[in-house]
C-alpha cells in the first residue's frame, strides 16, 4: 500500500507561480510511475503530467507544456509539479496518482494509488 498526500496549493493571481509536492509514505519512487491530474468542479479529472522513475520519461498535456514542469528522483520519496504563468483556467483541485513497474498513463484507471488532493485557485 502506498500512501501519496499532496500540498503546496494555494491562490495565486494569473502569470503566478505555485509548486506542488507529491510526498509517498515510507517507501520510494523507484520503480514507479507518478501521475498528476486536475479536477474542476464539475468536470472530470484530467491528466495534467507524469514522470516514469523506471527510464525518466516525462509526460504533459497540451494545456500545460511549456508552462508546467514534473520533478522528481526516484530514489526520493516526493514528486513535484512546477507551475509557471498560471491561468485561472488551471483553477482545480490537484491530485497525484502513482503506479508500480507501469508507464505512466493519462486515464485515471492507469493507477492504484491517489492522493487526496489540493486546491489551486487562480485569480484573473
Known amino acids: 500500500q502506498v500512501r501519496l498526500v499532496e500540498s503546496g496549493g494555494g491562490l495565486v493571481q494569473a502569470g503566478g507561480s505555485l509548486r506542488l509536492s507529491c510526498a509517498a509514505s515510507?517507501?520510494?519512487?523507484?520503480?514507479?510511475?507518478v501521475g498528476w491530474f486536475r479536477q474542476a468542479p464539475g468536470e472530470e479529472r484530467e491528466f495534467v503530467a507524469g514522470?516514469?522513475?523506471?527510464?525518466?520519461?516525462?509526460y504533459y498535456a497540451d494545456s500545460v507544456k511549456g508552462r508546467f514542469t514534473v520533478s522528481g528522483a526516484g530514489a526520493m520519496n516526493t514528486v513535484y509539479l512546477e507551475m509557471n504563468n498560471l491561468r485561472p483556467q488551471d483553477t482545480a483541485a490537484y491530485y497525484c496518482?502513482?503506479?508500480?513497474?507501469?508507464?505512466?498513463?493519462?486515464?485515471?484507471?492507469?493507477?492504484?494509488?491517489w492522493g487526496q488532493g489540493t486546491q489551486v485557485t487562480v485569480s484573473s
Open positions: 514522470v516514469n522513475f523506471g527510464n525518466g520519461a516525462t
Open positions: 496518482a502513482a503506479v508500480y513497474n507501469r508507464d505512466v498513463a493519462s486515464t485515471i484507471k492507469g493507477y492504484d494509488y
Open positions: 515510507g517507501r520510494t519512487f523507484s520503480r514507479y510511475s
